[in-house]
């Protein structure tokens, strides 16, 4: 269906070539493919790359950079491509091992004294590998890094309070924040940061000279993709996410475009070489694609893949080996693939959080390899449609929770005040009207009345206040990460 918000591109303008591409018949036919999903998904723009045995056959941009606004995407147009970064990490670290300045397997406290993490035999254990590879027990976590001002040595400090919810090298967990701590072991054995070394070290020997680590050099640029939300029935645009503001950015803060990411990728297929030079050893690179966390059998039927590497998902797709890795941050999302045996690297990029990225990469891949295609498309509107529907009878669900009369136990400025918690610092509740707001850094919560001392916010989460002996609120508990209990938040000014 073509929507009214698609309607400013005309179907000539849809798809426009950035740089020329050599012909590939088995890709015949795929603007339509991209036309169709960008038109379902409501997606304003989005950039797709194929490199094939050295050869660029494909680098397209599609629709537009902004919303309402007449700025083509091309494939020199820059995007957030989020967790593909991890990846970047992953080299970063590499060429530290590459220098001598660190191994794989040497724990992390024989290079930083002071870092901790909440369970004190990870603490003693964990190494550069670890932190790469999703295994240190730690669940997401990643409210904290939406909600709280830190610098990045601040947050490494921090990771001391966050709870696990499994045991070390128990299980894959992904985990965005043991990324920032390998980014930021990377730059301080460097003498520099993370993102001085992308540069150094990937940047400029791969000559990807579009690319940047920063949101604020992104919006300097006179060619960068505008993050898209769908609210309403209509396309708006969001706020650019700036990763460093959250002490973040090894995790996800490489803006980059297609004709940079093709680069890339043929760096990887190259075995570390690019411009005839060898970046990072053939060694480091067989680490880099080698797997290490086996995945469980829930994650790897959702990704197709059997294991994580160092930056990378690992698998197998008829017969043809793949590394993978995928990306979503405020208004982007991204996905790569490389097939080694066959030479072949792909990329999409996108500027709404939707799933046209991995829709794309599937149909490109079957079409490469020679597979019969399937609607990948419709898969994802169907399971979509699911997801809506389990999202709606929740809120039906804890709507019907509600006691009939049961009012808060005390008046709701009472319930105001100072709260702490060592990883997330000072907030603040404040009434408003008949709700309470709780006030972090980036990030306000809502809280409606719920039942007695708890509040619903987010539709389905609870908020629960503990009142001590003397009839004053002493805590307040909130599920910031669902895999571990509540934060324990103590009164402060009490």
């Known amino acids: 269906m073509l929507l009214c918000a698609l309607a400013w591109v005309s179907e000539a303008a849809l798809v426009h070539a950035q740089t020329p591409a050599e012909p590939n018949t088995a890709i015949a036919g795929i603007d339509a493919d991209v036309e169709r999903a960008m038109k379902e998904l409501h997606v304003p723009g989005a950039a797709i790359g194929v490199i094939e045995d050295g050869k660029v056959v494909l680098a397209k941009g599609y629709g537009v950079r902004e919303i309402g606004k007449p700025g083509m995407v091309d494939a020199d147009t820059l995007f957030d491509i989020g967790s593909m970064t991890k990846s970047f990490t992953a080299v970063t670290v590499a060429a530290m091992v590459d220098d001598g300045k660190l191994k794989w397997d040497v724990p992390v406290v024989q290079y930083i004294p002071w870092f901790r993490l ?23 976590h990643d409210f904290i890094r939406m909600s709280t001002y830190l610098t990045r040595e601040e947050l490494m400090h921090r990771l001391r309070y966050l709870e696990p919810s499994r045991s070390f090298r128990d299980v894959f967990q992904y985990n965005n924040l043991t990324y920032t701590a390998a980014g930021y072991l990377a730059g301080q054995v460097n003498g520099s940061t993370w993102e001085e070394l992308v540069k150094q070290r990937i940047f400029l020997p791969l000559g990807m000279t579009h690319s940047s680590t920063s949101a604020v050099d992104l ?14 029935g209509k396309i708006v645009t969001v706020p650019i996410y700036d990763y460093q503001k959250f002490g973040v950015g090894p995790n996800g803060a490489v803006n980059s475009s297609v004709n940079d990411m093709l680069k890339y990728l043929e760096f990887h297929l190259d075995g570390g070489t690019a411009g005839g030079k060898q970046v990072i050893s053939a060694a480091q690179m067989k680490e880099l694609h080698a797997p290490v966390t086996v995945l469980e059998p829930n994650m790897a039927a959702a990704t197709g893949a059997y294991a ?4 990378w998902m690992t698998g197998s797709y008829h017969g043809h080996s793949f590394l993978e890795h995928g990306g979503s941050i405020n ?31 599937k149909d490109l891949r079957d079409r490469l390899l020679g ?6 498309l419709a898969d994802n509107l169907a399971a979509q449609a699911k997801f809506e529907h389990q999202v709606s009878d929740e809120k039906k669900a804890m709507e019907a929770g509600r006691i009939p009369d049961a009012k808060a136990t005390l008046p709701l400025s009472k319930y105001a005040g100072t709260y702490f918690h060592p990883a997330y610092g000072k907030i603040h509740v404040i009434q408003d009207g008949n709700n309470l707001t709780v006030k972090f850094d980036a990030i306000d919560l809502t809280l409606q009345h719920y039942n007695y001392d708890t509040f619903l916010y987010d539709d389905t989460d609870i908020a629960q206040f503990h009142i001590g002996d003397s009839g004053k609120v002493t805590e307040m508990l909130l599920p910031l990460e669902p895999a571990v209990k509540p934060f324990v938040f103590t009164r402060q000014d009490e």
């Open 331 to 361: 208004g982007f999302t991204s996905d790569m693939i490389l097939f080694p045996d066959s030479r072949i690297g792909i990329v999409v990029l996108n500027n709404r959080g939707t799933a046209l990225p991995q829709i794309i990469t």
């Open 219 to 232: 919006q300097r640029s006179s060619n960068f993709a505008h993050p898209h939300s769908y609210e309403d």
């Open 118 to 140: 909440y369970d004190p035999v990870a603490t003693e254990l964990i190494t550069p590998r670890d932190l790469l590879t999703h295994r240190s027990g730690l669940p997401r």
């Open 371 to 376: 597979v019969n295609s399937h609607d990948y």
């Open 308 to 311: 994580y590497a160092l930056g």
